[in-house]
């Protein structure tokens, strides 16, 4: 039976490129018997708001059309804490369900920081630069969507509605893990969705790997 994840995400670009993100990981891990359901799209003010918040999980729990499930919210710290960001979300969202699983991932300022942080698996994809730069700190950096942008070239800028999905399927998933904390949470969040669903799964050699040294304090 496959299991199904429903996400709530912020903003246009992360509807396609986090499923595709998510499906990245579980094969990774060779994990194919998850289905991913097309996520909600809230804004990022949505989760400062206590009713709002409420009303998107409630909203993911009647997409659900059977379980095993879990739901899945991702949205950007941007200048906030992202643990203080995911705790009041965690606490709004246990007040209303109990029998469905609820993670929240919040990317370092923002999604682009894993794409940043995973640069070397897009050397000379999709416009970026065959040198691009290196960021060991990636989620320490500020306007990362404009960062990204100056990696391409041609006169090429980044879109979050074109290229997010693009990037998200190419960048380096050892790398981000390595340098974004953020990004190790969304993978231990994978590991335990799996088992939740009791997907029978493999720790590819890149999280056995990293997961001894990571690379970021």
Same mark, same amino acid.
């Given at each position: ?17 986090? *499923? ?23 804004? !990022? ?18 997409? /659900? *059309?059977?379980? *095993? ?45 894993? /794409? ?11 416009? /970026? ?17 404009? !960062? ?42 994978? /590991? ?26």
């Amino acid at each position: 039976m496959s299991c199904h994840i429903q996400p709530i995400v912020e903003g246009h670009g992360e509807v396609e490129a986090f *499923p595709q993100l998510l499906r990245r990981i579980a094969g990774d891990f060779n994990v194919y018997d998850l289905r991913i359901l097309r996520p909600i799209r809230a804004k !990022r003010g949505d989760f400062n708001k206590q009713e709002k918040t409420t009303q998107l999980i409630k909203l993911a729990k009647s997409k /659900i *059309p059977t379980v *095993p499930a879990v739901i899945i919210v991702l949205f950007d710290a941007d200048t906030s804490c992202a643990k203080e960001c995911a705790e009041q979300v965690r606490q709004w969202a246990s007040t209303i369900i109990r029998d469905i699983p609820i993670f929240i991932v919040v990317p370092v300022q923002e999604y682009e920081s894993w /794409i940043l942080g995973g640069l070397e698996g897009l050397k000379g994809y999709n416009h /970026i630069s065959s040198e691009p730069e290196t960021f060991k700190y990636p989620e320490k950096i500020r306007n990362a969507k404009w !960062r990204v942008s100056q990696q391409m070239v041609g006169n090429f800028s980044y879109s979050e509605t074109i290229d997010q999905v693009k990037f998200s399927s190419q960048f380096s998933l050892p790398d981000a893990y390595s340098k974004c904390r953020s990004f190790r949470k969304l993978i231990k969040d994978c /590991i335990a969705i799996f088992k939740h669903c009791s997907c029978i799964y493999a720790e590819p050699d890149w999280y056995k790997d990293r997961n001894q040294s990571p690379s970021t304090p």
